[in-house]
């Protein structure tokens, strides 16, 4: 199975290295030396990890055969990605690759049906559950552990405590204008 692991982001210096864009929790393992990435587009791959720094804060990589400026800067929004064995997990207990959560179903915690879980959007500050309802329409569910109570893999379904307002259309927004407005009366 295949797993996007990194975007390749702009040149950096004039040796061939490139900053990147982390896609994985396990960049020492997937992101190491001598690694073996294929690509997206393929064409611009397979590459070879030759080394690979922290620069600021970023992510530096450098591949093998590009040694100068142009050909890192053609690599510019490549995705990188590892060949991973399907049956593998992650190591921390409470993580989970992209795959795994994939067409899980989406209940509440009073076993409401909510959807199915059809993309996970990976942003800066936190990762996105992209949902589809069975009528078709799609709702936001932040993965955290706040609202994702529960993920069991076995019976293929991710639970949810969501705040009102996260599934439906009934938030209770108070105001305190309304409550004035009753007064006047």
């Known amino acids: 199975m295949q797993l996007v692991v990194a975007r390749v982001g702009r ?4 040796k061939g290295e490139v900053t990147v864009e982390v896609r994985t929790d396990e960049p020492e393992l997937r992101l190491a ?6 690509t997206d587009p393929a064409s611009a791959g397979p590459l070879t990890i030759a080394t690979g720094r922290v620069h600021s804060g ?3 990589l450098r591949f093998e055969g590009v040694t100068e400026r142009n050909g890192a800067e053609a690599l510019r929004n490549t ?3 590892a060949d991973v064995d399907p049956e593998e997990l992650p190591e921390e207990e409470d993580e989970y690759y992209d795959h795994q959560l994939m067409d899980l179903d989406v209940v509440t915690v009073d076993g409401t049906e909510v959807g199915r879980i059809t993309e996970i959007s990976h942003l800066p500050s936190q990762d996105l559950f992209i949902v589809e309802r069975p009528d078709g329409t799609e709702v936001l569910i932040p993965f955290v552990s706040e609202i994702v109570t529960e993920i069991d893999l ?3 379904r ?3 405590d969501p705040p009102p307002g996260l599934i439906d259309d009934r938030a209770e927004i108070v ?4 409550e004035q407005d009753g007064d006047d009366a």
């Open 11 to 14: 040149a950096h210096g004039i």
């Open 33 to 38: 030396p001598g690694a073996v990435l294929t």
């Open 58 to 60: 970023r992510l530096l």
């Open 79 to 81: 995705l990188l990605i």
């Open 154 to 156: 076995e019976e293929q």
């Open 158 to 160: 991710a639970v949810i």
């Open 175 to 178: 105001s305190s204008r309304d």
